[in-house]
């Protein structure tokens, strides 16, 4: 892992003191060879650090014991401490995971797996990108680029060595969906979100934000209205009777928000009714300076496009409303929900940008003439900004947050007590 941060940091340097060179190839061949690279490489540092004790019984080994008392029939029971796993978090993903408890019991194989389905997001990103930008001549090269900024975001670094979370699958599994839609593959659309509402009970916040992508980002009211109610439906029976069942008890992760409220009603009342509530805390400068780590390895291109990235507004509420710095850090499994949304907002806003530059094109130059109040014209200088420098500085800014992912739960910490 501390080789792969040096090379990276190695390549911006030489980037910064001369362009780097790159050998003309198929976009296609590009990304392909981008998510071979991704895999055997992330593949060892994910693999590498399980050997080497780096792991951890949160969550690692929590889903190891899952996955294998799934594979036995004996239920989704952990030891962690000992409860029904659906208590906790209720991932029911995990049964298609189940032939590895099997096959391949242990570690290894869930985190390897893991860091494929994260990968496959960026043949999505691809895919997406290709068609979105079809007006864009040659549109196949940005959108291999894009697939490219997406495997160089130190995000999904982080979530990929975290351990394994099901929630992270959302990811990939959110853009598969939008590329799907405008491919107009409903079925897959659908597969795809029922896959992301599987990882977590808390992933219906994700699909709320897809719901707004589909009612903002492409005009489909009726059908995004659909999406978010049936989204929040499938939250509040998790959370009120699914999973108190497998408890004994009312669903515990709420206590992150107490401030807000003590239910889901109650908290959503309070963020449309007492605004006073949380905006002090949204408004400092720690979630400021998340927000940035987070756009500045898409080149901020996300801003460019407000109607997609408006979709990204319920997993960012997740993390801005809560006092856990764990949530606001850019590294962490809490951008899974995020991440996918403004990856597919950085695409828009790409596309956005290339239609500002073919303008300027058309117009003839860098000035346009606009109307004063004195009535005569003023020459308004027009913003110079190059699509290929916006990406460029995607990727350097992913160089330079790329660091190294230090997990809050230590070994030491979950190690058993003598009592225990």
């Known amino acids: 892992e501390d080789l792969l941060v040096v090379l990276a940091t190695v390549v911006a340097l030489r980037g910064l003191v001369a362009p780097i060179a790159l050998p003309r190839v198929r976009p296609a061949r590009a990304v392909a060879a981008g998510v071979a690279a991704y895999t055997l490489l992330m593949g060892f540092v994910v693999g590498s650090r399980h050997a080497a004790l780096q792991t951890h019984a949160l969550d690692l080994g929590y889903y190891v014991q899952v996955v294998w008392s799934i594979a036995h029939g004996h239920g989704a029971y952990v030891t962690l401490p000992a409860m029904h796993a659906w208590g906790d978090h209720f991932s029911p993903i995990l049964y298609l995971l189940a032939p590895l408890g099997r096959l391949a019991p242990g570690g290894s194989a869930l985190v390897l797996t893991q860091t494929v389905i994260l990968c496959s997001g960026a043949v999505a990103v691809f895919v997406y990108a290709a068609r979105r930008l079809h007006s864009v001549s040659d549109a196949a090269r940005p959108a291999a680029a894009l697939a490219l900024l997406y495997l160089a975001n130190p995000s999904l670094h982080g979530i990929n060595i975290r351990d394994i979370h099901p929630q992270a699958f959302a990811v990939a599994f959110l853009v598969w969906a939008a590329a799907a839609f405008d491919a107009q593959r409903y079925g897959w659309c659908v597969l795809a979100l029922v896959l992301t509402l599987g990882g977590r009970e808390d992933a219906a916040i994700a699909v709320v934000g897809f719901g707004l992508w589909l009612a903002l980002a492409r ?202």
């Open 219 to 420: 005009r489909r009211w009726a059908l995004g209205a659909a999406v978010v109610a049936a989204s929040v439906l499938v939250l509040l029976v998790d959370l009120t009777w699914v999973m108190p069942y497998f408890r004994g008890s009312p669903y515990p992760h709420l206590d992150r928000y107490r401030h807000l409220g003590a239910s889901v009603p109650e908290i959503l009342v309070t963020l449309v009714a007492r605004p006073w509530r949380w905006a002090p805390i949204v408004l400092t400068l720690p979630k400021l300076a998340y927000l940035a780590a987070m756009l500045a390895p898409l080149g901020f291109l996300p801003l460019l496009a407000p109607r997609a990235l408006a979709a990204a507004l319920p997993g960012l509420a997740m993390n801005l409303l809560s006092f856990d710095p764990v949530l606001f850090n850019y590294r962490s499994q809490y951008q899974s929900f995020v991440l996918p949304f403004f990856v597919l907002a950085s695409v828009d806003g790409y596309a956005r940008l290339r239609q500002w530059r073919a303008s300027e094109a058309r117009g003839g130059g860098g000035v346009r003439a606009s109307v004063v109040p004195s009535g005569g014209p003023r020459p308004v200088p027009r913003l110079r900004v190059s699509a290929t420098r916006v990406l460029a500085f995607g990727f350097l800014a992913s160089a330079v947050l790329t660091a190294r992912t230090v997990n809050d739960f230590m070994v030491t910490r979950w190690w058993p007590n003598d009592d225990r």
